[in-house]
């Protein structure tokens, strides 16, 4: 597999797409090369575990081999080689998977992913080599929670549509073909403004393609992103119950009142002068909102924390609700920064009720012992200079 194909936007963005009717638990997890973790074995792998240990001795590590595990690539470097072990030809991650229950479609996969200094990557799922990042993802489906999840209060519209299509894709599974449609449209049309003839039929012909898919893509935005919302409003109020209220508003990329064809026709002009497409769902967003402003100027960092984590909490809700017991696994890293013990225990309620697997990472073991108590077996680990022990 190429570079190209690891990075490409759906392993990152869209990691879960696929899945189906996997009710996926990690149950075993192998790691060999990752950063600080020569060799790393961990079996009985629970429904909730935690990984305590002190900055810098591997517990993001493991995380993040979880999640190339889902998506060959890391969730926090986008080169490869940074993450393999220094000295290391290649980094190498294997795990075993249970999905389904009893009741429906109960089966055990192996995922395994090599990958090399040059970028390359070697996938394999149940030992037969597979092409695309895609079937590892649909495989284990997973969300996190670090402190880059900031980055959907202050970063860029771009930050809050990868996560919003993250779960429109589980939801809407003709999506995936709907969106890849949209850009090769745009990507075309942005070449024929370039040479900057408005008489071009091949012009006309990709706007009104572009317009088309446009307004198909932005039909399933809005569907998901009212669910969303409102499982936002639910799991914000239980986790944020002492602040303003927040919400949210989707901004679908051009004018509401308007189609996106008459959009982009009455663009045309600036359009060509710029040679780019100004209009569409490559400018959606959703505003953030704490009462009457901007969530990320008025919230304290603690409460910022506590309305990503709800905005990741209600996806999991989501993505549970519409499989039909279907879960995704979800990798928090050091969860009680930032909040109060209080606020970390409502958190901790909220992601048990998700019935998601989970896997936390602490310095402390103790600021998460006194508040974790979901009645699901729990395992602990101590991360100690890359070496793990399992304590519980
Ligand atoms: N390519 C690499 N090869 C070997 N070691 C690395 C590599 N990249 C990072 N490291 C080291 O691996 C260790 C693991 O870092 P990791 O981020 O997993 O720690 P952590 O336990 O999550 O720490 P913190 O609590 O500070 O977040 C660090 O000591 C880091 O310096």
Redesign the pocket.
């Known amino acids: 597999m190429s570079k190209t194909a690891v990075y490409g936007f759906y392993y990152g963005e869209i990691a879960g797409f696929g899945s189906t009717d996997a009710v996926s638990m990690l149950t075993r997890l192998d790691i060999h090369n990752v950063?600080?973790l020569a060799q790393v074995r961990l079996t009985d792998l629970s429904p909730a575990n935690i990984l305590y240990?002190a900055?810098?001795?591997?517990?993001?590590?493991v995380l993040e081999s979880i999640h190339l595990l889902s998506a060959a690539r890391s969730f926090r470097s986008y080169t490869a080689r940074?993450?393999?072990?220094?000295g290391a030809g290649n980094l190498t991650v294997y795990g075993e998977v249970s999905s389904g229950n009893e009741e429906r479609d109960a089966r055990e996969r192996s995922l395994g992913v090599q990958r090399h200094r040059n970028g390359d990557a070697d996938i394999r799922i149940s030992g037969l080599p597979v092409r695309s990042a895609a079937h590892l993802a649909a495989e284990l489906p997973v969300l996190v929670l670090n402190s880059d999840s900031f980055d959907l209060l202050t970063g860029s519209p771009r930050d809050r549509r990868r996560f919003l299509d993250w779960g429109v894709f589980h939801v809407e599974h003709t999506f995936f073909t709907v969106w890849q449609r949209y850009q090769r449209c745009i990507r075309q049309r942005n070449t024929l403004l370039r040479r900057g003839n408005i008489r071009d039929a091949e012009l006309m012909s990709w706007t009104h393609e572009l317009a088309a898919a446009g307004e198909s893509l932005t039909l399933s935005r809005q569907v998901y992103f009212s669910r969303l919302s409102t499982r936002f409003a639910q799991v914000v109020a239980s986790v944020l119950p002492d602040s303003l209220p927040v919400t949210l508003q989707f901004r679908r990329g051009w004018d509401r009142e308007r189609s996106l064809l008459e959009v982009l026709n009455a663009g045309l002009v600036v359009d060509l002068e710029q040679g780019f497409t100004h209009s569409g769902p490559q400018r959606a967003d959703i505003r953030i909102l704490a009462g009457d402003a901007s969530a990320s100027d008025t919230l304290s960092r603690g409460q910022q924390k506590l309305v990503v984590s709800a905005l990741k909490l209600a996806q999991g809700h989501l993505f549970a609700e519409d499989g039909g017991g279907d879960r995704c696994i979800f990798l928090l890293d050091?969860l009680p920064s930032e909040l109060d013990d209080e606020h970390l225990r409502l958190v901790c309620e909220e992601v048990e009720q998700t019935r998601a697997q989970v896997f936390i990472?602490c310095?402390d073991l103790a600021d998460l012992h006194d508040v974790w108590r979901p009645p699901d077996p729990l395992s602990v680990f101590h991360?100690e200079h890359g070496q793990i022990v399992k304590e519980k």
Do not use: A, E, P
């Open positions: 950063r600080n240990g900055n810098g001795s591997g517990k993001t590590s940074s993450v393999i072990s220094h050091d990472s310095i991360v």
